[in-house]
C-alpha cells in the first residue's frame, strides 16, 4: 500500500489523541511507520486512544503547539520523515464558548508548525490538515473547489481560514524559491463519522450516547443535508497526499479537497434511520425527537468539488453511504458489548477497507 512508502519511516502526528489522530495512528502502524505523537490532551473521555491503548504503541509527547520552544525541541530531536498536523481546537460549538482557545490552537499554532517546518535541514513532507469549513460558505450549491475564496462567519471557521492564509504566506516567502528541504500539502476534508468518536456535539456521538441508554436523541435541524463519509476517506487522501509530494515537487504547496460520493449527500434524519438499521444492539422505543432550540447558528450546506484530487492524485472516495454508516454503527455496537479487542476490530475495520478500496482499484493499495 502506498508503494510501501511509510514501512520504516518516522511520523509525528499532531492532534494524534483525538478521533482523526488515533485512526490514522492505527492506519500507519500497520504500514510499518514509527509514530510520534504530539497533543496537548486527550481531548474526551472515554477515547479512542485510551481504548485502544496507544500510548504503549507509539512515543507520546504531552505539548501544547502554542509552545514554539517545546514544538521545536521535539523536530529537532525527532527529525521526522513525515509530518501530519492534525492538532486543533476542533469543535463549532467550543468556538462560541471559547474564540481564543480556538483562534490561538489552529491559527497560531499553525504558525508555531511553519516556524518549525522553516527551521528543518532535513528532508520533510508535511501534510496540513485544515477543513472544508476553511471556505467562505455563501450557501450555493455547487462544490467549492481549491481555488475558491477563503473565510468564516463562525470562529472555527475563520481559524481554519486563518491557518490556510499563514500556511499559504510562509510558503509563498520561506519556501517555494528556498532550498529548505520540506514539501508540504493541505488537505481540506468535512462532515467525517467513524467509530470512536467522543467529541462533543458531534451527531454520531449525540446518537450513540444516547441509545447506549435507551434513550431517544434530540435532533436540531432534521432536514439539514451534509455529505457524511467515513474517517478512513480523508485519512486516505491524506495519506495520499504524503505519497504524492514525496515523488511530485509540483504539488508542493498546494491543497486538496477529499471528499465522499455525491450521492452520499443526506439528511440527518436519513442518517438516524441508517444507523438504527446497523445497530447491533437495544434501540429506545422512539429513537429521535426533534427539538426546536438552536444553540449556535451552524452554516448550511457545504459541498466539496473533489476533481483536482482525482484528477492530480487519482485519488477518490471507496464507501458508498450504506458502507459508511455500517462501519460506523458496527463499531460502536462492538465496542458497546465490551468483549472485544478493538485495536484488533479497528485494525481489521481498516483491512476491510483497503480491500474494498483495491477492489474498486484505488491506486494508493499498490
Ligand atoms: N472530525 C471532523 O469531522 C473534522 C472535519 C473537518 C476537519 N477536521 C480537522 O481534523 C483535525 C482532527 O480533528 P478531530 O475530529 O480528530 O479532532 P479531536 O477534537 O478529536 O482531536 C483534537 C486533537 O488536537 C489536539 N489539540 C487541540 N488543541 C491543541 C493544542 N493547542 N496543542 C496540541 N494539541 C492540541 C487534542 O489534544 C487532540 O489530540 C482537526 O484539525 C480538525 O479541525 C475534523
Known amino acids: 500500500m502506498f508503494s510501501g512508502l511509510y514501512a520504516g519511516k518516522k511520523v509525528i502526528i499532531t492532534g494524534n489523541t483525538?478521533?482523526?489522530?488515533?485512526?490514522?495512528?492505527?492506519?500507519?502502524?500497520?504500514?510499518?511507520?514509527?509514530?510520534?505523537?504530539?497533543?496537548?490532551?486527550?481531548?474526551?473521555?472515554?477515547?479512542?486512544?485510551?481504548?485502544?491503548?496507544?500510548?504503549?504503541?507509539?512515543?507520546?509527547?504531552?505539548?501544547?503547539?502554542?509552545?514554539?520552544?517545546?514544538?521545536?525541541e521535539i523536530f529537532l530531536s525527532e527529525k521526522p520523515d513525515f509530518l501530519f498536523h492534525l492538532a486543533a481546537q476542533a469543535i463549532v460549538s467550543v468556538s462560541?464558548?471559547?474564540?481564543?482557545?480556538?483562534?490561538?490552537s489552529n491559527a497560531v499554532g499553525t504558525m508555531n508548525i511553519m516556524e518549525v517546518l522553516k527551521k528543518a535541514d532535513w528532508p520533510l513532507i508535511a501534510v496540513l490538515i485544515t477543513s472544508d469549513k476553511s471556505y467562505d460558505n455563501v450557501e450555493w450549491v455547487w462544490g467549492y473547489k481549491e481555488n475558491?475564496?477563503?473565510?468564516?462567519?463562525?470562529v472555527y471557521s475563520g481559524s481554519k481560514a486563518a491557518a490556510e492564509v499563514i500556511i499559504k504566506s510562509y510558503y509563498?516567502?520561506?519556501?517555494?524559491?528556498s532550498d529548505v528541504p520540506v514539501r508540504l500539502g493541505i488537505g481540506r476534508a468535512g462532515n467525517v463519522i467513524g467509530g470512536g468518536d467522543w467529541a462533543k456535539d458531534r451527531i454520531i456521538v449525540d446518537i450513540v450516547k444516547a441509545w447506549s441508554e435507551e434513550r431517544s436523541v434530540e435532533i436540531r435541524s432534521p432536514d439539514a443535508t451534509r455529505p457524511w463519509q467515513?474517517?478512513?476517506?480523508?485519512?486516505?487522501?491524506?495519506?495520499?497526499?504524503?505519497?504524492?509530494?514525496?515523488?511530485?515537487?509540483?504539488?508542493?504547496g498546494e491543497a486538496f479537497n477529499f471528499?465522499?460520493?455525491?450521492?452520499?449527500?443526506?439528511?440527518v434524519v436519513d442518517l438516524l434511520v441508517k444507523m438504527s438499521e446497523s445497530w447491533d444492539a437495544e434501540l429506545p422505543a422512539n429513537p429521535y425527537v426533534i427539538v426546536d432550540e438552536i444553540p449556535f447558528d451552524e452554516a448550511g450546506l457545504l459541498k466539496l468539488n473533489c476533481d483536482k484530487a482525482l484528477f492530480e492524485l487519482k485519488w477518490d472516495a471507496t464507501y458508498d453511504y450504506r458502507e459508511t454508516v455500517a462501519a460506523t454503527a458496527s463499531w460502536y455496537a462492538v465496542n458497546l458489548k465490551g468483549e472485544t479487542n478493538m485495536f484488533d476490530f479497528t485494525m481489521d475495520q481498516i483491512k476491510l477497507y483497503s480491500d474494498q478500496a483495491a477492489k474498486r482499484g484505488a491506486i494508493w493499495c499498490r
Open 148 to 154: 475558491d475564496a477563503i473565510g468564516g462567519k463562525d
Open 230 to 252: 467515513h474517517v478512513l476517506e480523508p485519512l486516505s487522501g491524506y495519506l495520499t497526499l504524503g505519497q504524492n509530494l514525496s515523488t511530485n515537487p509540483e504539488l508542493d
Open 18 to 72: 483525538g478521533f482523526k489522530g488515533s485512526w490514522l495512528t492505527c492506519w500507519l502502524l500497520s504500514l510499518g511507520a514509527e509514530i510520534v505523537g504530539v497533543s496537548k490532551d486527550i481531548p474526551s473521555e472515554p477515547s479512542m486512544f485510551n481504548e485502544l491503548s496507544l500510548g504503549t504503541k507509539i512515543r507520546n509527547y504531552n505539548v501544547d503547539i502554542r509552545d514554539a520552544s517545546a514544538l521545536s
Open 96 to 104: 462560541y464558548s471559547n474564540p481564543i482557545e480556538t483562534i490561538t
Open 259 to 267: 471528499g465522499p460520493r455525491a450521492e452520499q449527500n443526506r439528511t
Open 172 to 177: 509563498h516567502s520561506f519556501f517555494k524559491k
